[in-house]
């Protein structure tokens, strides 16, 4: 089994910077893909940032340049960095772990972002 913990959100003012934590606790971390998503007021969850098995990160466009995916396979965690904070970053962020060998899908929690102008 596996958990996923986040920490981190808060508040933060236009142009602001917050760093997100996820620790995983379980067995396999490193065959995980590992991801942000997030999800705003009426809005559906998207995908924010993935890690491929610590091989490439990729970025939806509109974090690009200003959110930084991290990870650590030593101590199983991931976080993100994000600065120039905008209020439509404003969302409730998830970790999220998937094996797609095992077809295993885990998510964490949330943590809220606010964002004001």
């Known amino acids: 089994q596996v958990h996923l913990v986040e920490s981190g959100g808060g508040l933060a003012h236009l142009g602001g910077s917050l760093r997100l934590s996820c620790e995983f606790s379980?067995?396999?971390?490193?065959?995980?893909?590992m991801a942000w998503y997030r999800q705003g007021p009426g809005k559906e969850r998207e995908l924010v940032a993935i890690?491929?098995?610590?091989?490439?990160?990729d970025y939806i466009d509109s974090v690009m340049g200003r959110f930084t995916m991290s990870r650590d396979n030593t101590k199983n965690t991931i976080s993100l960095q994000m600065n120039s904070l905008k209020p439509e970053d404003t969302a409730v962020y998830y970790c999220?772990?998937?094996?797609?060998?095992?077809?295993?899908?885990?998510w964490g929690q949330g943590t809220q972002v606010t964002v004001s102008s």
């Open positions: 379980g067995i396999g971390f490193s065959l995980y893909h």
């Open positions: 890690n491929v098995r610590g091989g490439q990160t």
């Open positions: 999220n772990a998937k094996n797609i060998q095992i077809e295993a899908e885990y």
